[in-house]
Each structure stands twice: as structure tokens, then as C-alpha cells.
């Protein structure tokens, strides 16, 4: 009885005590038969993807959509269709040219790409008007692209762990003022 009454005083303190919130993040295996509506954060991370299941394309209110650690290397011009999307992460992946549809998330304020094998990132970046956080750890860009210059509310950079000269950064910086950029030390045999 005692057990029952502290289920029941649990139950009215906590309303959501048991239940699955809004900021679950959901394993692919958990949600073949759920109702897609109720689906916001969805994890396909370490599933040695080549490409997107099709049954993707149901959840469309995703919110932050995890595709880390797998073996994809292109995103289909299809996935602009998660117009909700705000956190995308494809590190640890096979990209070496920057996936298109990505820029036209208009929504997203998270984009974590590292270790890929990025080496350009494209104008239409640019277009990412939301964007406050981009990680490229990892990559070799060298062609950073007027577009990355464009986003107005970012605040966090991540291109560490590829060598770039000091001139080469100060003028990142001085492109970048009010970003916090985390870049490795300069090399001088860059200048």
C-alpha cells in the first residue's frame, strides 16, 4: 500500500514522470511503427549507412536528426524536406564535398561535420541565415567560401584539426568578429 501511495504522489508531483519527452532522442530501431507526428529527435548514428532509409522521409518534424558514424557520402536533393530540422549531425562520416541540401535547411543552428573529408565549403552556405554553430573538425577546407562570411548569428567555429597559416587565420578572424573560432596553432610554413 505504502509502494502504491508513492507511485500515485510520484504520478501528481511529476505529470511526466514515465513519460517520453519532447527532447527524446529516439533510436532508428525504436520507431518503425511510431506515429511520425510525435517523432522530434531521431538518432541513425553507427548504423554503417550507405544511404537514407526511405522510411526517413516520414518523420518531417524532426528537430535534430544524428547520422553520425556511418558511410554515407552524399545526402539526396530530397532531404530538404525536414524544414524543421535545427540540429544535424553527420560527423564521422564519407563526405568529401559539402552535401547541397543541407543549405537549404533554413532552420538548422547546429551543424556538426567533422571528420569528413570536406575541402570547400560552397557560397550557398550562406543561406543557413539561423546557423550559430558549425563544426568542421578534422576537415582539410581550404576554400572557405564567401558564404560562410554571410552567417549572421553564428557564434561557434570549429576547423581544428587542420593547419592553417597565421595569416591565413588572423584574417578568419578578422572576417569572423564576434565568432569564437577554435583553430589549431599556425603554422608559419604556411605564410
Same mark, same amino acid.
Request: glycine share 4%; proline share 5%.
Given at each position: 500500500?505504502? $509502494? #502504491?501511495?508513492?507511485?500515485? #504522489?510520484?504520478?501528481?508531483?511529476?505529470?511526466?514522470? +514515465? %513519460?517520453?519527452?519532447?527532447?527524446? /532522442?529516439? %533510436?532508428?530501431?525504436?520507431? %518503425? @511503427?511510431?506515429?511520425?507526428?510525435?517523432?522530434y529527435n531521431l538518432s541513425l548514428a553507427?548504423?554503417?549507412? !550507405?544511404?537514407?532509409?526511405?522510411?526517413?522521409?516520414?518523420?518531417?518534424?524532426?528537430?535534430?536528426?544524428?547520422? *553520425?558514424? @556511418?558511410?554515407?557520402?552524399?545526402?539526396?536533393?530530397?532531404?530538404?524536406?525536414?524544414?524543421?530540422?535545427?540540429?544535424?549531425?553527420?560527423?564521422?562520416?564519407?563526405?568529401? /564535398?559539402?552535401?547541397?541540401?543541407?543549405?537549404?535547411?533554413?532552420?538548422?543552428?547546429?551543424?556538426?561535420?567533422?571528420? *569528413?573529408?570536406?575541402?570547400?565549403?560552397?557560397?550557398?552556405?550562406?543561406?543557413?541565415?539561423?546557423?550559430?554553430?558549425?563544426?568542421?573538425? $578534422?576537415?582539410?577546407?581550404?576554400?572557405? +567560401?564567401? +558564404?560562410?562570411?554571410? #552567417?549572421?548569428?553564428?557564434?561557434k567555429l570549429d576547423l581544428s584539426g !587542420?593547419?592553417?597559416?597565421?595569416?591565413? %587565420?588572423?584574417?578568419?578572424?578578422a572576417k569572423l568578429p564576434g565568432v569564437?573560432?577554435?583553430?589549431?596553432?599556425?603554422?608559419?610554413?604556411?605564410?
Amino acid at each position: 500500500m505504502k $509502494n #502504491l501511495f508513492g507511485l500515485i #504522489l510520484a504520478l501528481l508531483w511529476f505529470p511526466s514522470f +514515465g %513519460q517520453k519527452t519532447i527532447e527524446t /532522442v529516439y %533510436q532508428w530501431s525504436e520507431v %518503425q @511503427n511510431a506515429k511520425q507526428d510525435t517523432i522530434y529527435n531521431l538518432s541513425l548514428a553507427k548504423m554503417k549507412l !550507405t544511404e537514407l532509409p526511405a522510411q526517413l522521409w516520414k518523420f518531417k518534424n524532426l528537430k535534430k536528426l544524428y547520422l *553520425n558514424k @556511418n558511410k554515407l557520402s552524399t545526402l539526396p536533393d530530397s532531404f530538404d524536406v525536414f524544414t524543421q530540422l535545427e540540429v544535424l549531425d553527420i560527423d564521422h562520416n564519407q563526405f568529401e /564535398v559539402f552535401p547541397i541540401p543541407v543549405a537549404r535547411l533554413r532552420n538548422l543552428k547546429t551543424l556538426i561535420a567533422s571528420d *569528413n573529408r570536406l575541402t570547400d565549403l560552397p557560397d550557398i552556405l550562406g543561406n543557413l541565415k539561423k546557423l550559430e554553430v558549425l563544426d568542421f573538425y $578534422n576537415n582539410e577546407i581550404l576554400n572557405m +567560401g564567401a +558564404g560562410l562570411f554571410q #552567417l549572421e548569428n553564428l557564434k561557434k567555429l570549429d576547423l581544428s584539426g !587542420t593547419m592553417y597559416g597565421t595569416i591565413f %587565420q588572423k584574417n578568419l578572424i578578422a572576417k569572423l568578429p564576434g565568432v569564437k573560432i577554435k583553430l589549431d596553432p599556425p603554422c608559419t610554413c604556411l605564410d
